[in-house]
């Protein structure tokens, strides 16, 4: 099993970057596959999961409106449109997997994950 993010870098506040999360070894429309991300010094939170299958989403209010997910099931691959961004999304960000489905609360319930992508919003 392998959950490998891609998309991370340097930009400046109010921009935008797309996040990639491929994965492979599981039957990706099976699972609730989310995003989490993790700040310096802060816990890490869900921010957003879709379940492939019917393409159901959830966000957490601190991205609401300004990030979306979205899934190529042909391709078993996450992605996450980030835009206007802020300096305070600098976090790494993980994509993970639950067969149970979504929930940005599970953290420490994920079956699988990537090992991170590291996204830089310099003011």
């Known amino acids: 099993v392998q959950l490998v993010e891609s998309g991370g870098g340097l930009v400046h506040t109010g921009e935008s970057l797309r996040l990639s999360c491929a994965a492979s070894?599981?039957?990706?429309?099976?699972?609730?596959i989310g995003w989490f991300r993790q700040a310096p010094g802060k816990d890490r939170e869900g921010i957003s999961c879709?379940?492939?299958?019917?393409?159901?989403?959830m966000y957490a209010e601190s991205v609401q409106g300004r990030f979306t997910i979205s899934s190529d099931n042909a391709e078993n691959t996450m992605y996450l449109q980030m835009n206007s961004l802020k300096s305070e999304d600098t976090a790494v960000y993980y994509c993970?997997?639950?067969?149970?489905?979504?929930?940005?609360?599970?953290?420490?319930?994920?079956?699988?994950w990537g090992k991170g992508t590291l996204v830089t919003v310099s003011s």
């Open positions: 993970a997997a639950d067969v149970l489905g979504c929930s940005l609360l599970a953290v420490d319930g994920m079956d699988y």
């Open positions: 070894g599981f039957t990706f429309e099976d699972y609730g």
């Open positions: 879709i379940t492939p299958r019917d393409g159901a989403t």
